[in-house]
């Protein structure tokens, strides 16, 4: 069995200015393992799409260097890195049919016209586009034209896919569908893919692990459940995923049990993840589906005032008063036995202190 290469491809020390003065993207240091499908998620200007493009060969590390498969590749040019590339917008050729298309990376590289012909056929396959090879891209649909673009990327077999949102211009229902496509893909064929969203549903769907960007930083480098599960501090768990934050101040501390004193004067108990001293300023996360309604054994029990109920299907979703925040969220999975509650009711809600995680401020 072969040995899968964990620095596959490895950033060192990169930094990245447009102007020389203001980096864009701060020391990196990151190994990507071969067959991997990472995801570069995090906010407009935090660093994630420059991190691609110098790994596209597009833009060019200020400082530090960038290794595919050991070799250093910063001062080669994009079309020798044998990387395939799906961007937002498809980037189809409009005069070429779908087979031409597929053609273009193939013929570019001198392959055999009898071995064109086949990698086009089972890859068009791939795709679930076997009779669409004679089809313009105007003919297809978004969803069809994007399953072409993939198809490109992987047609001659690179050993490195970069995908810069590719999904981000197609409706809910297309996305959705689309990213369990991709997932199925990459694991059938094993590829390394390097995906770039700003959509933390999206991420958290398809990746092996998630680098959160924020500010030219790795913030957290996670697998999806730990990311979301146990974010390391206020960024990320504010921006994955639904989150109420709880303000306050650290009373005492003791291993994993920390006593906060929140803004309204009540004791809190949490988990203290980002804090370590008496005195500290907390932002406390706690997730919303981890909140119970008339909690018989929690360590954190409050009550709450009823603001907003939504239906959403699978669950509802309810906004109540409590610690004097009026933003809070719990949500309530739809079952035979679910709870009824009606907008002003007074409820007693809790969680456990394990889940409420105290957070830099």
């Known amino acids: 069995m072969t040995e899968v290469k964990q620095d596959f491809v490895k950033f060192e020390q990169v930094d990245k200015s447009y102007d020389g003065e203001f980096l864009v993207v701060k020391g990196l240091d990151l190994d990507i393992a071969q067959g991997e499908f990472l995801t570069l998620l995090g906010p407009s200007g935090s660093g994630k799409t420059t991190t691609l493009m110098m790994l596209a060969g597009f833009e060019t590390p200020t400082n530090g260097e960038i290794y595919l ?14 990387i395939g590339m799906v961007f937002q917008n498809y980037a189809l050729f409009p005069h070429l049919s779908v087979y031409e298309n597929l053609a273009f990376p193939l013929k570019v590289r001198k392959t055999p016209e009898e071995i064109i012909n086949e990698k086009i056929k089972q890859t068009l396959a791939m795709v679930s586009l076997s009779d669409f090879s004679n089809r313009m891209p ?39 569908s689309m990213q369990y496509e991709l ?12 995906y770039v969203t700003h959509d933390q549903s999206e991420a958290l769907t398809m990746s092996n692990r998630i680098a959160v960007f ?3 930083y790795i913030q957290q480098l996670s697998n ?16 994955i995923g639904e989150n109420n934050t709880i303000t306050g101040t650290v009373k005492e501390i003791s291993g994993n049990r920390a006593k906060v004193e929140a803004d309204t004067g009540e004791t809190v108990i949490a988990n203290p993840i980002a804090v370590s001293s008496v005195g500290e300023k907390t932002k406390m996360s706690l997730r919303p589906e981890r909140v119970s309604i008339n909690p018989s054994d929690l360590e954190n029990k409050f009550e709450a005032t009823v603001k907003e109920i ?12 409590i610690l004097n925040d009026d933003q809070f969220i719990l949500k309530i999975p739809n079952s035979n036995d679910e709870i009824k509650l009606n907008v002003e009711d007074k409820v007693q809600l809790g969680w456990s202190g394990h889940d409420c995680r105290a957070l830099d401020f």
Not at 69 to 82: L, M, Q
Not at 155 to 173: S, T
Not at 183 to 194: A, P, R
Not at 227 to 234: D, G, K, M, Q, R
């Open 224 to 239: 999806p459940n730990d990311l979301y599960e146990t974010p390391v501090n206020s960024f990320v768990a504010e921006f």
């Open 214 to 216: 924020n500010d030219g």
């Open 69 to 82: 498969d050991g070799n250093p590749i910063s001062n080669i040019p994009p079309y020798k890195r044998g």
């Open 138 to 176: 105007a003919q297809l649909s978004g969803g069809q034209q994007q399953r072409v673009a993939v198809a490109r990327s992987l047609v001659f077999d690179p050993q490195l896919v970069l995908m810069d949102e590719p999904l981000g211009a197609l409706d809910k229902n297309l996305r959705e």
């Open 310 to 321: 939504i239906y959403h299907g699978d669950h509802t979703r309810v906004r109540v008063n």
């Open 183 to 194: 997932k199925h893909i990459h694991e059938s064929l094993g590829v390394t893919v390097v």
